[in-house]
């Protein structure tokens, strides 16, 4: 079993920025890829970026590609994403996943179904 719990969204205004992070518990973090995923009202729930489980690998979804970094700190079990020059389409809420099928591999997913494990996830509201 792994416990996520994300942080830092809220309410900012367009061209801002925020930090989210990911709290990790229950499995040895640093054998685990992570990622980050979107949802938007009415949308369905997206890729935005991963993370390999020594962070020698990210990936992003394009639309975000210069905008947002993903990062994580093994010693704290903790992923973060910083998102950079925020824009209206980012208003969603945001989660953080875990791959553990794939543990103890170089291996980063885009893809929904590879991530075993989900926070809460938090809202970011970006205002024009």
């Known amino acids: 079993q792994v416990q996520l719990v994300e942080s830092g969204g809220g309410l900012v205004q367009a061209g801002g920025s925020l930090r989210l992070s990911c709290a990790a518990s229950?499995?040895?973090?640093?054998?685990?890829?992570m990622g980050w995923f979107r949802q938007a009202p009415g949308k369905e729930r997206e890729f935005v970026a991963g993370?390999?489980?020594?962070?020698?690998?990210?990936y992003y979804t394009d639309s975000v590609k210069g905008r947002f970094s993903i990062s994580r700190d093994n010693a704290k079990n903790t992923v973060y994403l910083q998102i950079n020059s925020l824009k209206s389409e980012d208003t969603a809420v945001y989660y953080c996943?875990?791959?553990?099928?794939?543990?103890?591999?170089?291996?980063?997913?885009?893809?929904?179904?590879?991530?075993?494990?989900w926070g809460q996830g938090t809202q970011v509201t970006v205002s024009s």
């Open positions: 996943a875990a791959d553990i099928d794939n543990a103890y591999s170089n291996f980063v997913s885009s893809r929904i179904y590879e991530y075993d494990y």
């Open positions: 993370i390999s489980r020594s962070a020698s690998r990210t």
């Open positions: 229950g499995r040895t973090f640093s054998s685990y890829a």
